[in-house]
């Protein structure tokens, strides 16, 4: 069981790039969200999705897109990037449903942008 | 803004000594969770703790939640070496409705001595 897979784990960007962090899960999750990690800030939610087909919007969506056409997949977007959205991302997924449960965790992907 | 709220935001302690830390909130919850992170890591959920309960083990682990003070404590005992990390909590507002959105703390740092 893979669990919860990020790709890339580091990337470097030039202000403008666009790029996308891959997120898969084997759990067959239907909960799965994008978090980023910033010294200070704690974890902050950027989007989430219930399930294939549907997603939100969680604290700090701008900049940044989602799509679930599977169960399985979760790709965050970064449309064009900035020096602000320099961070460590963290996709996450749930089996719950209702109140948010136990969440399982990726490894991470550190991104820089100059 | 966080609605956990970990103190202290860091411990240092010796190999074998009991470390405690803990978890405050302002609203009503359905759950508070604790999750633990090591250097350069993805957050890895230790316990579920539901707002009927009062405390809960797991292994060396002893949660309890006061919610009449909103507060919740992590007990970890005979700490270890490898038991250094960040331990974050995060709750699940009752009143959240179906979005699933964990509010999280911004974390104690725990250094374990040999």
């Known amino acids: 069981n893979a669990g919860v897979t990020q790709t890339p784990k580091f990337q470097v960007l030039k202000t403008g790039q666009s790029m996308t962090l891959q997120c898969a899960q084997d759990?067959?999750?239907?909960?799965m969200s994008w978090y980023r990690q910033d010294p200070g800030m704690g974890l902050r939610l950027i989007h989430y999705s219930v399930g294939a087909g549907i997603t939100d919007q969680g604290e700090v969506p701008n900049g940044y897109n989602v799509s679930r056409s599977t169960t399985e997949d979760f790709p965050l977007r970064l449309l064009s990037a900035a020096p602000s959205q320099t961070s460590v991302y963290f996709c996450?997924?749930?089996?719950?449903?209702?109140?948010?449960?136990?969440?399982?965790f990726g490894e991470g992907s550190r991104l820089t942008v100059l | 803004s966080q609605q956990g709220e970990e103190d202290p935001q860091a411990l240092s302690i010796q190999e074998g000594e009991n470390a405690t830390m803990n978890c405050s909130y302002k609203t009503s919850i359905n759950n508070l969770q604790w999750y633990r992170q090591n250097s350069g890591r993805g957050l890895v959920h230790l316990i579920l703790?539901?707002?009927n309960e009062r405390e809960k083990h797991s292994g060396r682990l002893r949660v309890t939640l006061d919610t009449s003070k909103k507060s919740s404590s992590l007990l970890i005992t005979a700490s270890r070496a490898a038991d250094t990390a960040s331990y974050f909590c995060?709750?699940?507002?009752?009143?959240?409705?179906?979005?699933?959105?964990?509010?999280w703390g911004l974390g104690t740092s725990l250094a374990v001595n040999p």
């Open positions: 996450a997924s749930s089996y719950s449903f209702g109140f948010p449960g136990e969440l399982f």
């Open positions: 703790i539901r707002s």
């Open positions: 995060a709750t699940a507002p009752r009143n959240a409705g179906n979005n699933r959105k964990l509010i």
């Open positions: 759990m067959n999750h239907e909960y």
